[in-house]
């Protein structure tokens, strides 16, 4: 059996019952997750999702930086690799503005199964205390 190099406890992102799972990392490669038996949650088990579905963080085509589209108003304009920093000075202006413009609930947050639960809590955290709205949803709540 294949030892990994170091074991990852952490909450399965994929829907709210919250399943406890361990990442077995080996030369920077997720190759296995398991359930944890001590979760009073999953008892060990995961379903179809939480045991296999992880493939993305390894996938070629996956995103490694941030994308800023060239034009607006056109969902399929022209987009161009860019720094975070630069990705998120552009996000924070335009938040600020449309806050200023229409006010906090004019914005809302639609946050991602992809992330992890703490990711998705950091983010409601700034709908909340920063932008100052409670339009905040998760497609895991379906
Ligand atoms: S393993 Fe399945 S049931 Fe458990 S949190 Fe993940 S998606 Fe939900």
């Not at 990392?25 to 944890?36: F, H």
Request: glycine share 8%; with cysteine.
């Amino acid at each position: 059996m294949i030892q990994p190099d170091r074991v990852v406890q952490t909450t399965c992102p994929y829907c709210g019952v919250g399943c406890q799972i361990d990442l077995h990392v080996k030369d920077g490669l997720l190759y296995r997750v398991n359930g944890r038996f001590d979760s009073p949650v999953n008892r060990g088990n995961l379903c179809v999702k939480g045991r296999f579905g992880f493939d993305f963080i390894h996938a070629p085509d996956r995103l490694t930086a941030p994308l800023l589209r060239h034009d607006r108003g056109e969902p399929f304009a022209a987009r161009h690799a860019t720094t975070w920093d630069a990705a998120l000075d552009h996000v924070a202006g335009r938040l600020r503005a449309i806050r200023d413009a229409h006010g906090p609930d004019s914005i809302a947050f639609l946050l991602s199964a992809k992330c992890t639960n703490e990711e998705n809590y950091l983010v409601q955290k700034l709908a909340r205390a920063v932008v100052g709205t409670h339009n905040v949803d998760h497609c895991a709540r379906l």
